[in-house]
């Protein structure tokens, strides 16, 4: 086993099921990766494979069907995808993050109704939060739902929708004007369920999703936007029931605490997969008759990318730890989410300089990857949003009283 990135105190089913994860990546997805990826192909297969090895209901309790791990055993099975291929992970990201929404938030009839489907993979999850003009900026939000009677109607748009075709539930954040003096009490999450696909959607009239986004890198997976034109849900479609309108902010930044964890994860894969490509060539790679290796530049760039990756690791498994142990952790996995990415992007130039012009082309993967790090540097929020958020909570612990 490498050196790099071990997590001490794992348990025997936590290091068997990490090494069946591995094995599933070195055979199904590494060597297919490069073409689907060009390509922007759905893993239709890899995706079968990962539903036949139960991680979409990795972390769903075992009453539900699910394996009830917890969330530093998935951080560390992302990490391992995101090593083959990224686009892997963010299939099971946002689904992770609508079922912990619904473990955590959800009232009892939508945890027996959806919980066990979900942990299958029939049931996929999507999360809305952002759109067209908000960027950071939660509390700008225009979607709207509208009480009617025993139901509520939704107007609006919604963007960056990873899964957003694929998934068959979707977390949605939209305003509700309860009366709430902070505008983070007048919003709400509903659990609009729909059939998977393109267009306008049969199951849930007004819902449309109308094409794939293209994008640079984290090809592959699609992601959408979606537009939601006098959609017509039950109360019950709430996050947690009718009695939790109002508390859908809340509700949202406690799965985006988990899904900053996995962002995390995601850019230590990708990291330690851009480590392995580089000191490979770096030794493989004759220049003035002795292997890059030997050149004190290169091999001081090596040593800098492994000592990164320790770091981000480290911190990363830290977060997810505390999480598991019922504590805040939103400092925590900001610094994890922040450093992670931060360091990835430079791990990943590092081993594109190192490839020299090979890595300019198509045939080597360094070049998907220096496509792919950029995206960590904003999903779940960008470094400056989460160097806002470590600042106040610095500031919870250390201001002068």
Known sequence: MARLAQTPGLTDVQQAMLETVRAFVEKEIIPHAQRLEHDDVYPTDIVAGMREMGLFGLTIAEEFGGLGESLLTYALVVEELSRGWMSISGIVNTHFIVAYLVSQHGSEEQKRRLLPKMATGEVRGAFSMSEPGTGSDVAAIRTKAVADGDSWVLDGQKMWLTNGAQSSVVATLVKTDLGAESVYGNMTTFLLEKEPGFGLNEQLPGLNIPGKIEKMGYKGVETTEMVLDGVRVPADAILGGAQKAGRGFYQMM?????????????????????????????????????????????????????????????????????????????????????????????????????????????????ERLMREAPFLLIGEGTSEIQKTIISRGLLREYGVR
């Open 254 to 366: 406690d799965g985006i605490e988990v899904g900053r964890v996995n962002v995390a994860a995601r850019a230590c894969g990708i990291s330690i997969r851009a480590f392995e490509l580089a000191i490979a060539y770096a030794q493989q790679r004759h220049t003035f008759g002795q292997p890059l290796v030997k050149h004190q530049a290169i091999a001081f760039k090596l040593a800098e990318m492994a000592t990164k990756i320790e770091a981000a690791h480290g911190l990363m498994v830290s977060a997810a730890r505390l999480k598991d142990a019922g504590q805040r952790n939103d400092v925590e996995a900001g610094m994890a989410k922040l450093l992670a990415s931060e360091y990835c992007a430079e791990v990943v130039q590092e081993a594109f300089r190192i490839h020299g012009g090979y890595g300019y082309s198509k045939e080597y993967e360094i």
